[in-house]
């Protein structure tokens, strides 16, 4: 499933549910694909990611119903930029960015994964 899809009518307190062995909510998923998805779009757009030399579990946020909502506008939006950047690519990015393209295809695959395993578990799923 299209990540749109797989967060697609969650509520705010679906997307923080955690289980009781530690794994990561909805929300946090989120939180993290837009960290990385952002830095990704602003290099293919030729700008400087910020400096990052925390630990990557920092990119798991927890997020209230109004960054929830926010979020998932922002992971929309960053996808959109992401597909209409690689899109008007050169040939010769495209043959740079290849390797990251396929990073943030699996990395996003992934985690959606995670999502959609979750909507299925707690019966959120269509």
Do not use: C
Not at 34 to 57: H, S, V
Not at 84 to 90: D, F, I, K, N, S
Not at 96 to 113: L, P
């Amino acid at each position: 499933a299209p990540l749109k899809e797989a967060t697609q009518g969650l509520t705010a307190e679906q997307a923080n549910w955690e289980d009781s062995t530690g794994n990561h909510s909805i929300g946090e998923l989120v939180s993290h694909l837009i960290f990385w998805n952002e830095r990704n779009l602003m290099a293919f757009q030729g700008n400087t990611p910020p400096d990052f030399k925390g630990n990557n579990d920092e990119t798991f946020q927890k997020l209230t119903t109004t960054k929830w909502e926010n979020a998932l506008s922002r992971l929309d939006s960053i996808h959109s930029l992401l597909n209409e950047t690689v899109g008007e690519a050169r040939p010769e990015q495209m043959k740079e960015w290849s390797s990251d393209i396929a990073n943030i295809a699996s990395h996003n695959a992934y985690h959606t994964g995670q999502i959609v395993y979750i909507r299925k578990m707690r019966g959120w799923w269509k």
